[in-house]
T-cell receptor, first 115, second 109 residues
Framework: EPEVTQTPSHQVTQMGQEVILRCVPISNHLYFYWYRQILGQKVEFLVSFYNNEISEKSEIFDDQFSVERPDGSNFTLKIRSTKLEDSAMYFC?????????????FGQGTRLTVV | SQELEQSPQSLIVQEGKNLTINCTSSKTLYGLYWYKQKYGEGLIFLMMLQKGGEEKSHEKITAKLDEKKQQSSLHITASQPSHAGIYLCGADSGNQFYFGTGTSLTVIP
């Protein structure tokens, strides 16, 4: 069964360093998303991406964050200069159509720990 | 603002018991999604409800959406330890999905 895959599963980084979280969405999906979940808190929307551009972003998704689809399969989230408060589980998701028409499928997440 | 309220926040039940989780929105929803999250893992899609009054079932889990499309309930019949996890209701706002705070379910064998 097709699935969204994320790498790495766990990343530890020093404050101020850049990190890139990688995702391979389901192959025929056109919409891509990043979410984060701080330990014990709700799943928060970061950004949605369609047709090679950002569709929507939240207040959390500031200038430190960027997304890219560098080739036909990968979808990445870059955090330029990590802060302690960026420590969270980051989930990538994809959907075949837009959110009004279909469900999103989520990856297993990347646990980011900033020290 | 887009808010989904879930109740209860946590639930502990004996194996074999039935249970219900509720999700309420202050706005009429276009669609309502239920996901399950095992601790420290990703979200697993359970069901999507789009029509007022719609009801869907999968194995022992039944989800309903009210006629006004503002409230949904998730009902588990004869709960098993495999049902344990966090249940999240979600909705869409055009370009994104957003989620409730979750209901943590523990099933005691």
């Amino acid at each position: 069964e097709p699935e969204v895959t994320q790498t790495p599963s766990h990343q530890v980084t020093q404050m101020g360093q850049e990190v890139i979280l990688r995702c391979v969405p389901i192959s025929n999906h056109l919409y891509f998303y990043w979410y984060r979940q701080i330990l014990g808190q709700k799943v928060e929307f970061l950004v949605s991406f369609y047709n090679n551009e950002i569709s929507e972003k939240s207040e959390i998704f500031d200038d430190q964050f960027s997304v890219e689809r560098p080739d036909g399969s990968n979808f990445t989230l870059k955090i330029r200069s990590t802060k302690l408060e960026d420590s969270a589980m980051y989930f990538c998701a994809s959907s075949e159509q837009g959110p009004r028409n279909t469900e999103a499928f989520f990856g297993q997440g990347t646990r980011l720990t900033v020290v | 603002s887009q808010e989904l309220e879930q109740s209860p926040q946590s639930l502990i039940v004996q194996e074999g018991k039935n249970l219900t989780i509720n999700c309420t929105s202050s706005k009429t929803l276009y669609g309502l999604y239920w996901y399950k999250q095992k601790y420290g893992e990703g979200l697993i899609f359970l069901m999507m409800l789009q029509k007022g009054g719609e009801e869907k079932s999968h194995e022992k889990i039944t989800a309903k959406l009210d006629e006004k499309k503002q409230q949904s309930s998730l009902h588990i019949t004869a709960s098993q330890p495999s049902h344990a996890g966090i249940y999240l209701c979600g909705a869409d706002s055009g370009n994104q999905f957003y989620f409730g705070t979750g209901t943590s379910l523990t099933v005691i064998p």
